[in-house]
């Protein structure tokens, strides 16, 4: 594995975030607690190795540029603005969650899970199609 390899790894763990936190979703909903906090643990962990490997990858890659023109070019500049300030909220929304949640302090749980899920999941989803945009859909550059 080289430094080049991170990208589609990150977009894995993103899209296994974005997995783990349906199905958490499906499991709460179904009143299977233990399950439900099982996978919440696995999507914050996974969302943990992402971000080190993120912060890895652009240590040592830099800046990369999107080379799409025209739409393509404001599309993902659009959700590359609203993905990378959501992201930064994401570390601290779901640390208290998840907190929360293991100290069964169930009504401040749910109450900030109610703003944590929607844009964890937004940020893990857009994630993907980010790196499909940067690094399979349109030429990019260093």
């Known amino acids: 594995m080289t430094v080049s390899d991170l ?8 899209g296994a975030s974005a ?6 979703r499906n499991r709460i909903k179904h009143k299977e607690i233990k399950q439900h906090r099982a996978l919440m643990i696995a999507a914050f962990s996974t969302s943990i ?3 080190v490997s993120y912060l890895v990858y652009h240590y040592n890659a830099g800046v990369i540029h999107f080379g ?9 500049f659009i959700l590359l603005g609203t993905h990378t ?5 994401v570390p601290i929304l779901a640390t208290l969650t ?16 109610k703003w944590t899920y929607p844009v964890w999941l937004y940020v893990s989803a857009t994630g993907v199609i ?4 940067l690094y399979q859909i349109f030429p990019h550059y260093s």
């Open 7 to 14: 990208p589609a790894i990150n977009a894995g763990l993103n």
């Open 19 to 24: 997995v783990l936190l349906l199905i958490a």
């Open 49 to 51: 190795v992402f971000l």
């Open 68 to 76: 799409g023109q025209g739409l393509s070019r404001t599309i993902y």
């Open 85 to 89: 300030v959501l992201a930064a909220a």
């Open 98 to 113: 998840l907190i929360r949640g293991l100290r069964a302090r169930y009504n401040k749980h749910v109450k900030i899970a």
């Open 130 to 133: 980010i790196y499909f945009m």
